[in-house]
């Protein structure tokens, strides 16, 4: 008895310092996200792109803001909401998105650099079919409306009692205003970002917009708990989300045509237009592009590389007129990693 005594004195100061040092580890690998420095809401929304749409925040460069997001009716559709009510929706408030933000020193010419730090999912979302939406609107004619209980703390949404999606939040509209007066739908992607819905978009990407009025005007919503490459059926889970994000003006990257983002992985640039074959020709001169520019490549050998290393992706094929299309290239092979 007293050797177990013993015994016990001798390895209690070693178990707890394991115990402790494995806490401390839990504790320092949590992640930590910046303050946010202004916040906005479900109320300071918008549904076009324009440059005569007044922001809602100025902000100077390097901002950090809070923005809360509504899913893609704009409230038309609840956790309980039936197929019936799918009839009901109107398409007028589709895609509010949260903004603009008008950020100080940004010109026409100059880029405007988004980091996603944090997206928080919402506690529901919604998919579904609408008729004449959709890659095969032919063939599925009939509404179609499912819904979903999210935890934001599982990693996976039960789609039934077998099969579980990844909970992998982003924005499926992400954009700064295009140089018109003009009020354009958010459906389709353009120069200026817009419905890109790319699944890749998550947290701790950094995405890349040209910037073409003063102050970028940048807005952010369509949130998605989840999505396949190409979006085939016309929709994600849509869901309302809250997200933190990082606004800076960069300078001097003048090849940059169309929105470009990059992880700690990878550097990509995305290509839209009516066809793939068209949206993809221009993905590969952009990356061809990039590479120039930024790694010292001559075109031709940046051609190569695209072909040696370089990931095309399919984003988006539903978001009539446009399609979007972008290639990845691994920063390993890049040297930059």
């Given at each position: 008895m007293k050797s177990k005594l013993l015994l016990s004195f001798v390895l209690a100061p070693a178990l707890f310092a394991c115990t402790r040092s494995a806490k401390q580890e839990v504790q320092t690998t949590e992640k930590i996200y910046p303050e946010p420095q202004?916040?906005?809401?479900?109320?300071?929304t918008h549904n076009k792109f324009s440059n005569t749409i007044e922001p809602v925040l100025t902000v100077s460069s390097g901002a950090i803001i809070e923005a809360f997001t509504e899913?893609?009716?704009?409230?038309?559709l609840a956790l309980n909401s039936t197929t019936e009510d799918v009839a009901n929706v109107s398409f007028e408030p589709i895609h509010p998105i949260t903004g603009p933000v008008f950020v100080e020193g940004a010109q026409p010419g100059d880029v405007i650099a988004v980091t996603l730090h944090k997206i928080e999912a919402g506690e529901w979302g919604w998919t579904g079919i609408f008729p004449g939406f959709g890659y095969l609107a032919d063939e599925f004619t009939k509404p179609y409306l499912k819904t979903f209980a999210i935890d934001k703390n599982s990693p996976t949404i039960d789609f039934n009692d077998k099969i579980k999606l990844p909970l992998k939040p982003f924005p499926g509209v992400m954009g700064v205003?295009?140089?018109t007066d003009s009020l354009l739908s958010t459906i389709p992607p353009r120069a200026n970002g817009g419905n890109m819905d790319d699944p890749h978009l998550v947290e701790g990407t950094t995405v890349y917009f040209p910037?073409?009025?003063?102050?970028?005007?940048?807005?952010?919503g369509d949130t998605h708990a989840t999505q396949g490459l190409g979006e085939v059926s016309g929709t994600a889970i849509e869901a309302p989300m809250r997200i933190i994000y990082e606004i800076e003006v960069i300078k001097g990257k003048k090849y940059l045509a169309e929105p470009q983002y990059e992880t700690a992985d990878y550097y990509a640039v995305t290509g839209?237009?009516?066809s793939i074959d068209g949206a993809t020709k221009k993905a590969i001169s952009y990356m061809v592009d990039y590479l120039e520019a930024e790694h010292n490549l001559s075109r031709e050998e940046a051609y190569v590389l695209c072909s040696l290393a370089g990931d095309l992706h399919i984003a988006e094929v539903v978001d009539v007129p446009n399609m979007l299309v972008t290639m990845h290239m691994s920063k390993e092979v890049l040297g930059v990693k």
């Amino acid at each position: 008895m007293k050797s177990k005594l013993l015994l016990s004195f001798v390895l209690a100061p070693a178990l707890f310092a394991c115990t402790r040092s494995a806490k401390q580890e839990v504790q320092t690998t949590e992640k930590i996200y910046p303050e946010p420095q202004y916040t906005l809401t479900t109320e300071q929304t918008h549904n076009k792109f324009s440059n005569t749409i007044e922001p809602v925040l100025t902000v100077s460069s390097g901002a950090i803001i809070e923005a809360f997001t509504e899913e893609a009716t704009d409230g038309q559709l609840a956790l309980n909401s039936t197929t019936e009510d799918v009839a009901n929706v109107s398409f007028e408030p589709i895609h509010p998105i949260t903004g603009p933000v008008f950020v100080e020193g940004a010109q026409p010419g100059d880029v405007i650099a988004v980091t996603l730090h944090k997206i928080e999912a919402g506690e529901w979302g919604w998919t579904g079919i609408f008729p004449g939406f959709g890659y095969l609107a032919d063939e599925f004619t009939k509404p179609y409306l499912k819904t979903f209980a999210i935890d934001k703390n599982s990693p996976t949404i039960d789609f039934n009692d077998k099969i579980k999606l990844p909970l992998k939040p982003f924005p499926g509209v992400m954009g700064v205003a295009p140089a018109t007066d003009s009020l354009l739908s958010t459906i389709p992607p353009r120069a200026n970002g817009g419905n890109m819905d790319d699944p890749h978009l998550v947290e701790g990407t950094t995405v890349y917009f040209p910037v073409f009025v003063e102050g970028g005007l940048f807005s952010i919503g369509d949130t998605h708990a989840t999505q396949g490459l190409g979006e085939v059926s016309g929709t994600a889970i849509e869901a309302p989300m809250r997200i933190i994000y990082e606004i800076e003006v960069i300078k001097g990257k003048k090849y940059l045509a169309e929105p470009q983002y990059e992880t700690a992985d990878y550097y990509a640039v995305t290509g839209f237009a009516p066809s793939i074959d068209g949206a993809t020709k221009k993905a590969i001169s952009y990356m061809v592009d990039y590479l120039e520019a930024e790694h010292n490549l001559s075109r031709e050998e940046a051609y190569v590389l695209c072909s040696l290393a370089g990931d095309l992706h399919i984003a988006e094929v539903v978001d009539v007129p446009n399609m979007l299309v972008t290639m990845h290239m691994s920063k390993e092979v890049l040297g930059v990693k």
